[in-house]
């Protein structure tokens, strides 16, 4: 049984505690057990992150650094055991979970480079009028203190390492939540920072549904930043509960591939099948619609129905698959709500829209109208609306219409097309001539409208946990 990381002192208090079992998406077996910490359990550790951040804080920053050099090469010894575990805790392929480790331990460590690469600065008085050299500004950037981290269930070790890492290196402590679902996978990570020799108290994880602590932890006075990841639901809900405390927050997603009649088809078709399937579709950047311009859709659905044929469809513990079981019954069952009324409204089915259980086959609609659901709502699931154009004004349109803004693909041969409608896309990423995606990491990566709030991205991220202080002095004195 996997337990937490609070203090050994409170085992006492286990016989009382709840503890939540997790089942895996793959066979439904129970693959561990973590505690439903209470309130109490919870402010312990909040209160424990306050007092440590006032020592953490003030450790030289290549010490800091060097904690996480030391946590990418511990994740690295573990990447096989975690692969296993990811795989099994979030029904994740093996090829993608491994991924997710390396990739992780990457992140890690280009997080502790850019740390010592931030700098500060100072400013002349006399660069502005009516005053002189004899006042100057020292500008510095420090922490901001205790940052809750809420990571989403689908990268249950990247998007938590995503907020942990870039919080610690700037000398912040970190309170962290993960989904429960996912849970396994960030005890083992806490405990690899542990190991790389984090002190006691600079990393607290707190076990429990969000739907029990949630509201208690994102309302908590001593929480001094909140960066969460997961769904537009869920997010909206915090950024109404909490006060007067900054927020950075990943959200939901309805990422368009636009494809323009110059576009080279069976690339695209290949971009986006990989975009829209990898993972069972079940990422934030993954690509959920399609606006083609009616000219070329014929044929890029002929490309697009060669590339779906392709995909492997089933449990990832038998064989390398692109299509896995979904994380829940809930959310299978929501893909396929979506599935039956594009059916039931008009849409072409071109392949699959059958289902196993929580394993949702590859399913591609033709001629999807905007009075469907899938049009706009996000599946996380393995389906994708074929929305057909006029033209790339109407594309535009279309895709600036959604409540989402987090990538757009544009698929064009033509750059100077691709810039002007990059320029008038309503998202925070454009991809121009390749899927939609977060990688790599050190690219700016943020939603607008209710995909997110506030910019990630190694070094958009530091700063976003650290405050400027200017400090002026005054030499006339
Ligand atoms: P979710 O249901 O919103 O959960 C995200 C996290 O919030 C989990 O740790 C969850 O804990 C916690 N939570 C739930 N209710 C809460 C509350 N009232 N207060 C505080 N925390 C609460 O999302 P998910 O199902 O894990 O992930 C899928 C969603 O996340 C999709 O919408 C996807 O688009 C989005 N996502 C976005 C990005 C991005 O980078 N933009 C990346 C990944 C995922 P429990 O697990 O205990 O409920
Ligand atoms: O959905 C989470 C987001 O981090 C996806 O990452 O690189 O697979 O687009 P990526």
Not at 146 to 172: C, D, W
Not at 346 to 359: C, M
Request: some cysteine.
């Amino acid at each position: 049984m996997n337990t937490n990381n609070y203090d050994k002192e409170q085992s006492h208090k286990d016989e009382s505690r709840q503890s939540i079992q997790i089942r895996s998406p793959l066979d439904d077996s129970v693959i561990g057990e973590v505690l439903a910490l209470s309130k109490e359990d919870v402010n312990s550790a909040i209160q424990l992150a306050k007092e440590t951040f006032a020592t953490w804080r003030n450790v030289p920053l290549n010490e800091r650094a060097e904690v996480l050099y030391k946590a990418a090469n511990l994740l690295l010894e573990e990447a096989d055991r975690l692969t296993v575990l990811l795989m099994m805790e979030v029904g994740k392929d093996k090829k993608s979970a491994h991924s997710e480790i390396t990739r992780t331990a990457d992140f890690i460590r280009f997080t502790a480079d850019t740390a010592k690469s931030i700098h500060g600065e100072s400013i002349q008085g006399d660069t502005f009028s009516g005053f002189n050299k004899e006042k100057f500004a020292v500008v510095t950037r420090e922490p901001v203190g205790v940052v809750l981290a809420i990571s989403p269930f689908n990268y249950p070790i990247n998007l938590a390492t995503s907020k942990i890492a870039p919080a610690l290196v700037a000398g912040n402590t970190v309170v962290f939540k993960p989904a429960t679902t996912g849970s396994l996978c960030g005890i083992e990570l806490v405990k690899v920072f542990e190991a790389a020799g984090l002190p006691k108290g600079v990393l607290n994880i707190v076990t429990g549904r969000g739907s029990e602590i949630g509201d208690y932890v994102v309302t908590h006075p001593d929480i001094n930043f909140i960066n969460f990841t997961g769904s537009t639901e869920v997010g909206s809900g915090i950024s109404e509960k909490a006060h007067m405390v900054p927020l950075l927050m990943e959200l939901g997603g309805k990422d368009a591939a636009i494809v323009l009649k110059d576009a080279d088809l069976a690339f695209a078709a290949k971009n986006i099948i990989a975009g829209a399937f990898s993972y069972s579709g079940q990422r934030c950047t993954a690509v959920k619609r399609i606006l083609v311009v009616n000219e070329v859709a014929d044929r890029l659905i002929a490309y697009l129905k060669e590339e779906i044929q392709k995909l492997e469809v089933g449990n990832p513990l038998e064989k390398q698959v692109d299509v896995v079981p979904l994380i829940s019954t809930k959310a299978a069952d929501y893909v396929w709500d979506l599935i039956e009324d594009a059916k039931a409204k008009g849409a072409k089915l071109i392949y699959g829209g059958t289902r196993e259980g929580n394993l949702i086959f590859p399913t591609l609609f033709d001629y999807v109208t905007t009075d469907m659901r899938v049009a706009w709502e996000e599946p996380f699931g393995p389906v994708l609306p074929i929305l057909r154009v006029n033209n790339a004004d109407e594309a535009v349109d279309l895709a600036n219409q959604s409540e989402y803004g987090l990538q757009s693909s544009v698929f064009t041969e033509n750059l100077s097309d691709a810039f002007h409608i990059a320029s008038r896309l309503e998202v925070g990423t454009v991809q121009v001539n390749n899927k939609t995606e977060r990688g790599p990491d050190h690219f700016p990566f943020l939603g607008v409208k209710k995909s997110g709030i506030g910019t990630q991205g190694i070094r958009y991220s530091i700063e976003a946990m650290t405050r400027v202080k200017a400090t002026v002095i005054n030499l006339s004195h």
